[in-house]
Nanobody, 115 residues
Framework: VQLVESGGGLVQPGGSLRLPCAAS????????MRWYRQAPGKEREFVAF????????YYADSVKGRFTISRDNAKNTVYLQMNSLKPEDTAVYYC?????????WGQGTQVTVSS
């Protein structure tokens, strides 16, 4: 299993970014996908979740209404669209899946929200 995040960078408050996560090594279309983030000095926290079909999603309260998780099963990719970004969204963002009774993580992508 390999998960590769990209799309991070420096953005001003109020700006937007879209993070793709390319997956391989498992039947992507059959598995739920999640995004997490970890800010400096803090524990990793849940951000968003999407079911295998893409029909249902769930968000942390801190990002609800600003972030959107989606997936393209033909491209084996899950996305996190982040709008109205705030300085407190600064973190390393990771995608995740649970496959064959263990968690898999990407290497993460840094998002910095600052003026």
């Amino acid at each position: 299993v390999q998960l590769v995040e990209s799309g991070g960078g420096l953005v001003q408050p109020g700006g937007s970014l879209r993070l793709p996560c390319a997956a391989s090594g498992f039947t992507f279309s059959s598995y739920y996908m999640r995004w997490y983030r970890q800010a400096p000095g803090k524990e990793r926290e849940f951000v968003a979740f999407i079911v295998s079909s893409g029909d249902s999603t769930y968000y942390a309260d801190s990002v609800k209404g600003r972030f959107t998780i989606s997936r393209d099963n033909a491209k084996n990719t899950v996305y996190l669209q982040m709008n109205s970004l705030k300085p407190e969204d600064t973190a390393v963002y990771y995608c995740n899946t649970y496959w064959r009774q263990r968690d898999y993580w990407g290497q993460g992508t840094q998002v910095t929200v600052s003026s």
